[in-house]
Structure formats: structure tokens, C-alpha cells
């Protein structure tokens, strides 16, 4: 009697498919926000107008390129992480719908030519101000959680990806502790009277909080584009070793810079 032996498809990891649906989602809305920085740039080649200041065309603009990268890069830099799959999944979908808020809510102040953060002169302003500000909460309490997964357990990836994944989400809280600083600066300023020194008490910090942002895609894009080549795993250790000596250099620069300009 002859038997036959089915073969069974090598199993996916359990809630890898949830996860799925979600990176795709986070993908074409990061694609999506970059699109919109590039337009409002185009709208301020137009339109013209100071490109510095609270009223300007900058602000959609830097938010919504910073904004998704930093999208692009959480979502692919997160596949890395020894983190549930369900998880992660939540996490990336929550982080996603809430780079949308903070974006529209920027874009939104822009058209109207009014400022977006700090702005308490009417009731529909202050609630705009207030959901950035909430807003941003959520994001530090997402990417802390992303951060501590990265250092609760070793990440995945080529030589070198582990160091450049835990030491991108670092400074990235470097990153949002100097914007939680600006808007807690900026709140106590609005609310005590100060509506216009409010607005400009952000920009010694806004260098801090911009160099820190995207660490956590520029190192790991270095340890991925690392691992095509033929150099041993060494020797790519030790590239981003000190690409991430050269960043925390550039931080503290700017860090002391905001100290001595404050």
C-alpha cells in the first residue's frame, strides 16, 4: 500500500498577516505626506511669502516630508524589532492615523494664515493647538514604547543593524523630548499672555529636534546598504559605530547651540 505524503508551505509567523495590511497602509500615507510637502513647496513658490515665522508655507512643507519619512522609516525600522506581530501591528496603525492628524491640522492653520502651534486667539484654534499638542503625546508614548522594545531585546538584521536600530530610536527621544520642551515652553508663554514671544521661544530647540528626528533612518539605511557589500561584518560594525559617534557629535552640537541661544 503506497501512501503519499503531503507537503505542507512553510507557516508564517502567527499575526504576521495583520501586520501586513498595516506596513501597506503606513507606506502609501507616508507617500501621501511627502507628496503634500512637496505640493505646499510648489504652493510657496507660487504664493511666495516669509518662509520663516508661525504663518508660513514652511510648516506643511517640513511636516509633511519629516513627517513621512519619519513614517517610512518607523514602519520598516520596526520590522527589525523582536516585538508581536499584533502588536506592532496596533502600534504602526495608531502612530499612522496620528501623523495624519498632526499633519492636516498643520496644513489646515496654513491655509487659513494662521499659526498652528501655541495659537489660543479663538476656540477653533485653541482646539487645533490642542489636538498637535495631544498629538505629539501620542507619539512619544508610541515611539517609547518602539524604543524599549529595541532594548529589551536584541533587533534582527545584518551586522551592525542592531546598534544602528537601538541607537536611531535614542536619539529620536532626544528628538522628542526637545519638541515636548517647545510646546511646554511655548504653552506657558501663550497662556500667561506672551502669544507672540510664544511663538518665536521654539527656535533655539528647532535644530536639536530636527538633526534628532531622523537618526533612526539614516543609520539603518547605512547597516542595510552595508550589508550588499563584500566587507566583512567587522568592518561594517565598525562604519556604523562611527557613523553613530559622528550623530551624537552633531546633537550635542546642536544641543549646546539651543543652551547658548535660549
Known sequence: MQTTTQTRPPATPAGRSEARPVERLAYAVSLLLI???????????????PWYGPVSWRKPVT????????L????????????GSRLRALLLGVFTADCVVE???????????????????????????????????????????FA?????RRPTGPAGMALAVRSGFAILLVGLASGAAMIARGAVLARTGHQEA???????????????????????????SLSRT???????????????GCYVVAVLGAGVWAVLTY
Not at 511636516?63 to 519619519?70: I, K, R, V
Not at 517610512?72 to 516585538?83: F, G, K, M, N
Not at 524599549?148 to 529589551?152: E, G, L, P, T
Not at 521661544?201 to 547597516?223: D, I, N, Q, Y
Open 198 to 224: 510664544a511663538y518665536h521661544s521654539t527656535a533655539p530647540l528647532k535644530p536639536l529636534h530636527g538633526v534628532s528626528l531622523h537618526a533612526v533612518l539614516v543609520l539603518p539605511v547605512l547597516a542595510r
Open 72 to 83: 517610512i522609516a518607523v514602519t520598516w525600522v520596526t520590522s527589525y524589532l523582536r516585538v
Open 230 to 244: 563584500s566587507w566583512s561584518e567587522p568592518v561594517r560594525r565598525r562604519i556604523v559605530m562611527t557613523a553613530t
Open 35 to 49: 507628496l503634500s510637502g512637496l505640493v505646499h513647496l510648489a504652493v510657496f513658490a507660487v504664493d511666495g511669502g
Open 148 to 152: 524599549v522594545a529595541a532594548f529589551r
Open 103 to 145: 499633519v492636516g491640522g498643520i496644513t489646515l492653520q496654513a491655509w487659513r494664515r494662521v499659526p498652528s502651534h501655541l495659537d489660543m486667539e479663538t476656540p477653533f484654534d485653541t482646539a487645533v493647538s490642542m489636538s498637535l499638542a495631544v498629538g505629539g503625546g501620542v507619539l512619544v508614548v508610541l515611539l517609547t514604547l
Open 63 to 70: 511636516f509633511g516630508l519629516s513627517f513621512g519619512a519619519t
